[in-house]
């Protein structure tokens, strides 16, 4: 898998107009405002990955959170997100940043949010990894880095991956993947989409491996719950919070 294909998902008009629904019919989840206010203070600089259409950046800006960058990899995500803020008068700077090679100083946030499982839909450990160093460079000591992620060993997935584990041992996985976890599948919206399903283990290596300390990860689930709106949007995932050493 390459990071072009897992781009043209994202370009799609279909899925632009499927977070851009989000926006308005999801909004920020709640466990995603425990965690956010829990870390971040209303003035920091914070910069947000994998922005989409704006549902994250725009819950905080009506929260009180006004010094965010949001960005995404999609020019149409990014420019979505945009007319959307126009339009309900908010002044939030988006604009188009790769992950894995972030155009920003070195420790200049306060703090940096990857929603929605981003940092999984980055094909490659490697690449993951890379993404995980040039957050750590742009945080500032004792800043945070807040992310979700699917959890492959949680009960009612264990049944999937023995069954994938079996298919993978025969070589019958598809064709576009390498790395065990890996999942590319269709969507409502059309087109295919990947998304890396790691292991609890596999996220602490590498954010040890960028230099982070893990301060605490929890299934969305035991933080609280959630409106039907967000549980109908997406799954259970675990949240994670990783700390740039003072």
Not at 111 to 127: A, S, T, W
Not at 174 to 184: C, I, M, N
Request: with cysteine; glycine share 8%; proline share 3%.
């Amino acid at each position: 898998m390459d990071a072009e294909t897992v781009k043209q998902y994202f370009l799609q008009s279909s899925v632009v107009d499927h977070y851009a629904q989000a926006c308005n019919g999801v909004g920020l989840w709640k466990s995603e405002e425990i965690i956010f206010t829990r870390l971040f203070k209303p003035d920091d600089q914070l910069l947000e990955l994998g922005c989409g259409a704006g549902r994250i950046a725009i819950g905080l800006h009506e929260i009180g959170y006004e010094q965010l960058l949001a960005t995404d990899f999609s020019r149409l995500m990014v420019k979505e997100a945009r007319r959307i803020a126009h339009i309900l008068g908010y002044r939030i700077l988006f604009r188009v940043a790769d992950a894995t090679q972030l155009p920003f100083a070195d420790e200049m946030y306060d703090g940096v949010i990857f929603g929605f499982n981003g940092l999984m839909q980055i094909p490659g450990r490697e690449n993951r990894r890379y993404a995980m160093q040039e957050i750590f460079r742009v945080l500032k000591p004792g800043a945070y880095f807040a992310f979700t992620a699917h959890d492959r060993e949680v009960h009612w997935r264990k049944g999937y991956w023995k069954e994938q584990r079996s298919l993978w041992g025969k070589g019958k996985q598809h064709p576009g993947l390498t790395e065990f976890g890996d999942v590319y599948y269709k969507t409502p919206e059309g087109g295919m989409m990947f998304i890396h399903s790691p292991t609890c283990q596999e996220v602490r290596d590498d954010l040890k491996a960028a230099g982070f300390r893990v301060e605490s990860d929890k299934l969305r689930s035991q933080l609280c719950r959630e409106s039907e709106r967000v549980l109908d949007f997406s799954d259970d995932c675990r949240f994670w919070i990783a700390q740039r050493p003072a």
